[in-house]
C-alpha cells in the first residue's frame, strides 16, 4: 500500500509556460499509435510546443469524462492486445487504493500550478516504486506529459469496467456507513449476483454519515438502504402531514 513518504511528492510552484486548456484532446490517438517520449510534448521555455501551460481544472464533466474514457479505451486495448489484462487489473487496484490512502498525491495530480516536470518525476518515481506495468508507467508519464494526470481516477474507474466486463462481471460500487467483514461482502456479492446473473465485484468505501446501512450502486441502478436515507424520507413524510 502507498504512504506519502514512499516518493517525495512535489510542492505546488508556479507555471514556467503559458496557458492550455483541457479541450485540446488531440493527444488521445497517440497510445494506440505508439509510444512518444514525454519530452517531446513538454512546451520549451519560449513557450512555443503542444499543449502549453496549465490546465483548467474546473472544465465541465462531460469534457474531462470523454479525455478519461480516450486514455482508458486506448490502455485497454493495447493491454488486451498484449494479453497483459491481469497486469493491468493489478495495476488499476494499486492504483485506486494509492488513491485512496495518499492525500498529497491526489493533491498532486490535481493541482493546476505544479509543472508537467514536476508531475512526471513524481508519478514515475511513484510508479517505478509500487512496481506497475511498463504499459501504465508510460500511460502515467504521458498523461502528465500532457496535463492529464487530473482525471487519473477517471480512468481507472472505467479500466476497472472494462476489465470487468471482459471477464463477465459486473462492479458494484459500495458505500457502508461501516467496514464489511468478509462474510457481510460476500453475502452482499452472492445477493446481488443471483439480481444481475453475474458474478459482481464489490468496491467498497466508508461515509460514517449514512450512520448505518447501504447505498449500493450497480450500473445505473440505485439501492440506498441507509439510515439516513430513510431518516430523511421520514421527514419529508412528517412535513407533508404537517
Same mark, same amino acid.
Given at each position: 500500500?502507498?504512504?506519502?513518504?514512499?516518493?517525495?511528492?512535489?510542492?505546488?510552484?508556479?507555471?514556467?509556460? #503559458?496557458?492550455?486548456?483541457?479541450?485540446?484532446?488531440?493527444?488521445?490517438?497517440?497510445?494506440?499509435?505508439?509510444?512518444? $517520449?514525454?519530452?517531446?510534448?513538454?512546451?520549451?521555455?519560449?513557450?512555443?510546443?503542444?499543449?502549453? #501551460?496549465?490546465?483548467?481544472?474546473?472544465?465541465?464533466?462531460?469534457?474531462?469524462?470523454?479525455?478519461?474514457?480516450?486514455?482508458?479505451?486506448?490502455?485497454?486495448?493495447?493491454?488486451?492486445?498484449?494479453?497483459?489484462?491481469?497486469?493491468?487489473?493489478?495495476?488499476?487496484?494499486?492504483?485506486?487504493?494509492?488513491?485512496?490512502?495518499?492525500?498529497?498525491?491526489?493533491?498532486?495530480? +490535481?493541482?493546476?500550478?505544479?509543472?508537467?516536470?514536476?508531475?512526471?518525476?513524481?508519478? $514515475?518515481?511513484?510508479?517505478? &516504486?509500487?512496481?506497475?506495468?511498463?504499459?501504465?508507467?508510460?500511460?502515467?508519464?504521458?498523461?502528465?506529459?500532457?496535463?492529464?494526470?487530473?482525471?487519473?481516477?477517471?480512468?481507472?474507474?472505467?479500466?476497472?469496467?472494462?476489465?470487468?466486463?471482459? &471477464?463477465?462481471?459486473?462492479?458494484?460500487?459500495?458505500?457502508?456507513? +461501516?467496514?464489511?467483514?468478509?462474510?457481510? +461482502?460476500?453475502?452482499?456479492?452472492?445477493?446481488?449476483?443471483?439480481?444481475?446473473?453475474?458474478?459482481?465485484?464489490?468496491?467498497? $468505501?466508508?461515509?460514517?454519515?449514512?450512520?448505518?446501512?447501504?447505498?449500493?450502486?450497480?450500473?445505473?441502478?440505485?439501492?440506498?438502504?441507509?439510515?439516513?436515507?430513510?431518516?430523511?424520507?421520514?421527514?419529508?413524510?412528517?412535513?407533508?402531514?404537517?
Amino acid at each position: 500500500m502507498l504512504s506519502p513518504n514512499m516518493v517525495n511528492l512535489p510542492r505546488p510552484t508556479r507555471l514556467r509556460h #503559458g496557458v492550455a486548456s483541457a479541450r485540446d484532446a488531440r493527444d488521445m490517438g497517440v497510445l494506440a499509435s505508439g509510444w512518444p $517520449t514525454p519530452d517531446a510534448t513538454v512546451p520549451k521555455p519560449d513557450g512555443s510546443g503542444q499543449d502549453n #501551460g496549465r490546465v483548467d481544472v474546473s472544465e465541465p464533466a462531460s469534457i474531462t469524462s470523454g479525455v478519461a474514457v480516450r486514455y482508458s479505451t486506448a490502455v485497454f486495448d493495447l493491454a488486451k492486445e498484449e494479453k497483459a489484462l491481469a497486469a493491468l487489473e493489478s495495476d488499476v487496484g494499486a492504483l485506486e487504493a494509492a488513491l485512496g490512502e495518499s492525500k498529497p498525491l491526489r493533491d498532486m495530480i +490535481a493541482s493546476p500550478v505544479l509543472s508537467r516536470e514536476d508531475q512526471g518525476n513524481a508519478i $514515475t518515481a511513484l510508479a517505478q &516504486k509500487m512496481g506497475l506495468s511498463v504499459l501504465m508507467q508510460h500511460t502515467l508519464a504521458l498523461m502528465a506529459s500532457k496535463r492529464r494526470l487530473f482525471v487519473l481516477g477517471q480512468v481507472l474507474s472505467d479500466l476497472r469496467a472494462r476489465i470487468a466486463a471482459e &471477464k463477465g462481471e459486473v462492479t458494484a460500487e459500495v458505500t457502508a456507513a +461501516a467496514p464489511l467483514s468478509a462474510e457481510q +461482502a460476500a453475502k452482499l456479492a452472492e445477493t446481488l449476483k443471483a439480481r444481475v446473473g453475474k458474478d459482481v465485484i464489490l468496491k467498497t $468505501t466508508v461515509d460514517e454519515a449514512l450512520i448505518g446501512g447501504l447505498v449500493v450502486k450497480l450500473g445505473s441502478t440505485m439501492i440506498d438502504t441507509s439510515i439516513r436515507s430513510k431518516l430523511a424520507a421520514l421527514q419529508n413524510a412528517m412535513k407533508e402531514v404537517g
